[in-house]
């Protein structure tokens, strides 16, 4: 069996997280932790994504949230929105923090995830495809890793990644936009906490070569 990645905090919540049907049933685990975790094993990640297909009333979940706080072991609960996201920040009584995230994503799942008792895992699929999407509007270093890796372990093709994104989004996707930040691999790649090594020269000339092909999109 393999050794999990996530910490203790990360894992006393995904176990609180199960035991409470009012989430586990509503919000699927994504992200970047849930792709590490579940399918890739290369980085370690901090962060906490639920998503969900219907809508959230963050008072609610802020309520049920602070309610249950010692069931995770939390002292305080602080809750903050970022446009369409709620941000839930669990502090502890050593003053590490662990950050939550439950969000809105009216998105259509391209595939059935895992499954681990209550907890529903997005695809490694639908990840991929929403950070390939994520990456044709703004530039995260840890997104060029995850694509790669992904690439690497499940060989999916970028230019497949970018027509389920127009599928699943319902967006069109800028290209010129996109090219610019396909090249700023070199500016943004930055150093996750990795378990795998891989090699950044490598990285680079996968998206730079992407780059020259949808250049030839446009």
Request: aromatic share 16%.
């Amino acid at each position: 069996m393999t050794k999990s990645l996530l910490n203790k905090r990360q894992q006393n919540f995904l176990q609180f997280f199960n035991s409470w049907p009012e989430l586990s049933e509503r919000f699927y685990f994504s992200g970047g932790t849930a792709l590490s975790e579940y399918y890739l094993q290369h980085r370690f990640s901090e962060d906490l994504d639920f998503f969900s297909e219907q809508e959230i009333s963050s008072a609610d979940l802020s309520l049920f949230l602070t309610a249950h706080k010692k069931d995770f072991d939390a002292e305080q609960v602080q809750y903050q929105r970022s446009f369409n996201r709620n941000l839930f920040f669990l502090r502890y009584t050593d003053a590490s923090e662990l950050k939550v995230e439950f969000t809105y994503y009216p998105f259509a799942r391209l595939e059935k995830g895992l499954r681990q008792d209550n907890l529903q895992i997005d695809s490694v699929l639908d990840i991929a495809v929403n950070k390939v999407f994520t990456l044709t509007q703004q530039t995260r270093g840890r997104d060029y890793f995850d694509i790669y890796a992904v690439w690497q372990k499940y060989g999916f093709d970028f230019q497949d990644l970018l027509k389920k994104a127009r599928q699943k989004f319902d967006y069109p996707i800028n290209y010129l936009e996109l090219g610019k930040n396909l090249c700023k691999v070199r500016t943004f790649l930055d150093d996750p906490i990795l378990i795998k090594e891989l090699n950044k020269n490598n990285i680079e000339k996968y998206f730079l070569d992407l780059a020259q092909k949808i250049e030839l999109l446009k």
